[in-house]
Structures are given as C-alpha cells and as structure tokens.
C-alpha cells in the first residue's frame, strides 16, 4: 500500500464480513463495543453509523482489542494530515499526495517500513529517534550500527538521540522541533510504537498483567471465567526470558488468537483446551535491500534478568562467496555461557539472510546448544548459502572462543 | 561456471596450496597414492608429471577421496567431447563451444543443474531418465511431479523411463539411442550418479560398510586403527533413518571432514575425539525460477523400513499472498503417526521456498513433533512469508487430519 506493491486494502484481509456470516458469524460491523458488565454476562454496544445503543449477552467472551499507536502529548501534535501515525499512512495508502519531503519520528520496525515506503516513493527522508540506536528493543547496539549503515546507505538523513519536542504548522510546510534543532518537512510520520488497547477490560476488572496487556494463561483465559483474550492486547509467555510479554506481532496474535477461538468453542462443547506454549519475539523487516531478523533475548534484557551468557558476533555472507549478489553478512548469537544454550539471534543482510532467524528461533523455542546448531544438517548450494550457514558460522566461532577460554563476556 | 555465474575456476577454491603450505602443511600436487600399507604404516604414491615413485611413512592417515562420476558400461559410450560427465563439463566451463543442442542423461540434482546450466545458456535441452520420475531418490512421486512441471515450463523435452542404450557418433552430430527411440543432439552430458572412491581403501583391507563406501564410527574412525575416513568416500549416520548411509554433499562432507581432521590432531596429542553425530541429507537445488528442497525419509524408503507414518501435503504461498511475487509453494512433511514426530520433508517453490527445509531439517534432527513446528515462533513480514510459514501450514494441516482421524496412511 504505503511502498506501493498493494494497490487496494480490501487485498489485506484475509476474510470479509460476508464470508464470515457465510460461516455462520453473527458480524456486527461499526458496531462499538462501549462497556463490558462481567457479573451480567453482557456487553453493551454503539453503533457507528445509526448511534443506536444496545446489549448483547453471552456465554464466553473473546476479548480481542489490538493495539493502538502511541500518540505523544507534545504541543502543536494535533493528529490528522500533514501529521500522522502510521495507520493513517497506511489507511491514506495510494492517496498520500505527492509530497518532497518526510519526517518519520521513531527507529522501531514500523519506523524503518514507513522510511522503507518514503523511500520507494523516491522522498526524501529523516528520521529521528529519541535513543542512540534505531530498534533498541530488538537489536543489541553493535547490530543496530549495522542497520544504520543500511540506513544511511538509501539516502536518509538519520538523526539519533533527536527527541521531538514540539510541532509547528505553517500554510506550506512543517516545522519538528527537536532537542537539536529544527526540522522542516511536508509530512511527519509517529511512529513510536503502539500500545496494548484495555481500556475497556481494565473498566470492566479484567486483569492486567505487569506489561500492562491483559494476563491471561497458555489457554488464553483471562483471571474471569469465561472471559478468553487473544492477541496485541494480552499478554504472551516468553519461552526464552521465561516471563509473560506483549508483542504486537501478527504471528503470535494470529496463534493465540487460535487457540482463543478454538478454546471458546472447546469450553462450550466440553472439550480439553488447546495451549498456546508461547513464543520468543521472532521479527524480520525488509529494508531497502537488506533484511533484519531477530528472536529471542538480546545481550542487554539476557544480563539485566540475570542470565550468566556470552555472545558471538560474525561477518560472512549470505550465499557462496564465488557467486554474484554475495554479500556480506552480520550474525549474532546470545547463549548460556556455561550449557551453550541459544537464547537469542540477530540477523543484518541482504537478500536470503533474514529467514535464517528461523532456525535459530526453532532452537531458542527447542533449547538446542551451539553445537547442536552446529550439527544441524542445513541445506546447502551455492546460490541459497555458504557450505556452513551464517548461524552454524556464528555457533561454531562461539564454540571455538569457548574451548579457547576466551568468552566475550 | 557451466552456468556462467561463476568465469573463473580458481575461484571455487577455498584455499590454495601455498595458503596451506604457509599453515605448515605439506602439500604435493599431483601426486597420486597408488597403494596405502596398513601394517608398514605407509603410502606409496607416484607424482604424475615426473613418473617419480617414492613411499611415505605415517603414524595416522585420513582417507578422504571422495567421489567419482559413474559411468555407464554401454556401446559408444567413450568419453570425451562431445559426450563427458559433469564433473568434465565443470571443467570446460566457459569454455565450452557453442552448441545449439544437449542431451542431460539422469534426473537426479546433478541432471538438473546441468539441464539449469544449459537452459541458462540458451541451449535447446533434452532430458532423459531411467526412472518415471526425475529425483527418484531424493523426492517423493507427487512431488517430482511439481518439479517436472517446472522442467517442462523451462522449455526442456522431458522423456521419462527412457533408458540410454547406446551413443553413436557422426561427424557433425550424437545419435543416443534410448529404449524409446533416438535422439539427435551436440553434446551428451551423463549424470547418472556418482559413486564412493574406494578403490585404494578396499585393496588395502580397510573395511567398507554396506552401502559401498568406506565404514567410520561417530568420530570417523575406519575399522584400523590410527586411519581415519571422511567425506563422499565415507558412510555417515541417518539421523532419522538409524542406518549408515553415503551422501555426496558437501555440507555433509565439510563437517565429517572437519573432525576427521581435528581427530587426527586430537589424537596426537592425547586430546579427546570431536563426534559427528550424523545428517537426515538435507540438500537444496536451484531449477530456473525455482528452489527445491528437502530432508530426511522420503515416504516410501520409511515405509520400506517399517516406520509407521502418514504424510501431508500443502500447497501455500512462499510470501504473503497480496504480495507482488507470491507463487505456489508445494510442501510435504512424512511424520510418525503415533508420536507425531517429523521424519522428512520435501519443498517446490519460487524464491524463498527452498531454505524453509532447514527449520524440517532441524526438527527431524532434534525429534521435534507436528505440534512443536506449529508452535515454533518463525519469522514473518509480508515480503517473506505468509503469517503461518508454509511448514507450519502444513504441520497444522496434518494435526487437523489426524484429530479428525483421517490420516493419508
């Protein structure tokens, strides 16, 4: 849509309303969900269009609000076109007018996609963030130099450790004030970052957890009977960390949502429930040419918890060294410094290096060791990947610092 | 290459003699071992360019000889232009003359590189198999049949169980003679499979194990003492299978030959043995615009030996389905049926598909279940995958199956 390679959003979903009620769904749409009253059983409901108002009874309820995008209390930041989240940019879609300039405001995944789109569309493009490195909760600060390279290498003005403070409309144009000067644009793109949608379950008394999404168990139930929740509104376990989280992940809303869903039914029928085990933040983002991926702990969250681990950071390619479009490739990999336990992985590379993350996800999840990653029976050609695939390289250079006593830790 | 990515030869070697020589080996080109003595503790070798023969004292020998191209015992079948393997068409590489037509004999990885290479060059191709299937050892019928119709959609005249009887030369052209007729064509490339090189291994009474090619154990001991043994002229152990097997490649090759050699150091110095513990011959292929790929038990060698399985097969997309690029992926998975473990897996798709094995191959390794794959948290982002990675899909597909009790088996 935004980068142009989706011409309409109806494209994006996956079942319309009317399929659905083909299944039998009772689907209400603009139709607002205003309170929930647990000891009823009922939700009370507005409806967009008319402004009608009822309630709905039931038996089980999936609680399944998303999340929403942060909107920073800053003067002048008054949302709605020249100034707007990316949502609306995706919503604008191909009737983003044309324009020579954009300011994005936030260096997480969502903010490197809209500086992705910006760019395809052949805008120019700053970014600012508030920390000293773009993804700071998804890549360690070594990995991240790494993505600003990339960065930097399409043409973006990156601006780091830029915090924005105000922002200023005038007739032609507008003007981002930040901790280090000001920035003249024709739109200005927040991204920085979404937030768990509980509104209504907090008013209703369904429990939240300490993320500040709505705790639920690997059934997805909430602390009330009957009252399942599912998605970028609850929480999830961290197979890896070992400790309850909220991802805003298609993926992981997608498998609890599941599990929500078929538990809903189960409990109904009097059938066992399905688990939902929990998952360790597997991410991967196209940007310009290379692509990022990341799972489980990074070296910073690894220490703060505790965990007694060592790293190991390599430069290889992605393909055969011999064949064309090879390039270079940066791995690294956290793991318990005494049992070799994988417990996180980074991914910057071009073309074929992001879904490398997947096996290293599968052993975080597994809790396979460095050498066993080492003995996986990867597939290998020249154009797909070196004889030893960038993870093995990675495990098996931790592996050799390891039996040399001379950890990075 | 042959296929013209690749203009220099050289450029394929990791390492050159002299970078060898500079590590304190000592290296002799050229210099053929013609006899190995077990009880002496020698070799005798003869260097090819002076005639010279000498012998050769060792305390521990590391036979690593590789394989050989078979070649077939049929009339007029003398090799050399235009009728050679591809391990002699590797060596002509760009310098092989412009020919307007090919005949590839043998449909196995080999075959179709070479039918990959030739198309890449513009050459009419003609391929010819034995079997009923190319891939006959490495994919399953119904799979092979998605990659035929990749073979045939590359312009390729594909003539299946249509065994090679005879070659006949004339002045300007081969005449192949087949069991279903004749073939006029430039140039006859045979690859019809390659064999163990253990010739020497054999007249000197190190043993062999059952599929041909030399017996080691986990640390790549032969059945003498102090004689170690790696690579395509070794067995190596089917994880899954539970059997010695012998692959021909080089991801394979790389890790056995690896320990061999840290084991003969190892042993030197009184140091324990490293292990490897062995493969599920996991291989990935390039076909024009497509990957293929696969891992572990093809579902009728695991019948063959007896495991209780029952198979899945999906077809999904490689990439979100909105997604400009987004093609047909074919993907198998053979799986106990009682435990729900993944013995095998098997993947046709356009780019992205084929590296997908690796996350098969990791659970088939490690013994990971059906429901472990579904719930492995992979990487998603709309340019590389659909939300649930095609293994996945297919996984699910085969717990749905079995919960509705109507397994393929």
Known sequence: ?????????????????????????????????????????????????????????????????????????????????????????????????????????????????????????????????????????????????????????????????????????????????????EIETDIVILAIGSAPTVELAQAAGISLGETGAVAVDHEQRTRIDGVFAAGDCAEAWDVVGRRWSNWHLGTIANKAGRVAGRNVAALSRGDPLERFPGASGTTIVRLGEFELARTGLLESDARAQGFQIDTQQVETRQIAGYMPGASPLHAKLIFARDSGRVLGGQIVGQRGAGKRIDVVATAVMYGLTLQQLVDADLAYAPPFSPVWDPVQTAARAALQDQSRGSGTA
């Open 1 to 181: 849509m935004l980068g142009e390679h989706v011409s309409d959003w109806g494209q994006l979903i996956t079942r319309s309303a009317d399929e659905h009620r083909r299944r039998g769904i009772d689907v209400r749409e603009q139709t607002e969900v205003v309170g929930i009253d647990l000891a009823a059983q009922r939700v009370h409901w507005r409806a967009g269009s008319s402004g009608a108002e009822g309630v709905e009874p039931y038996d089980l309820l999936a609680y399944t609000t998303g999340a929403h995008d942060v909107r920073p209390d800053l003067p002048g930041l008054d949302l709605g076109y020249p100034v707007f989240t990316p949502r609306q940019a995706m919503q604008l879609g191909g009737r983003l007018p044309p324009v020579q300039r954009a300011l994005v405001v936030g260096g997480g995944y969502i903010g490197l996609e809209m500086v992705e789109a910006m760019r395809a569309r052949g805008i120019a493009t700053t970014l600012i963030t508030r920390s000293a490195h773009c993804l700071r909760r998804t890549f360690d600060p070594e990995m991240a130099t790494q993505v600003e390279s990339v960065i930097e290498s399409m043409q973006v003005d990156f601006r780091p450790a830029t915090p924005l403070q105000a922002i200023e409309r005038s007739s032609d144009a507008v003007v981002a004030h930040t901790a280090r000067g």
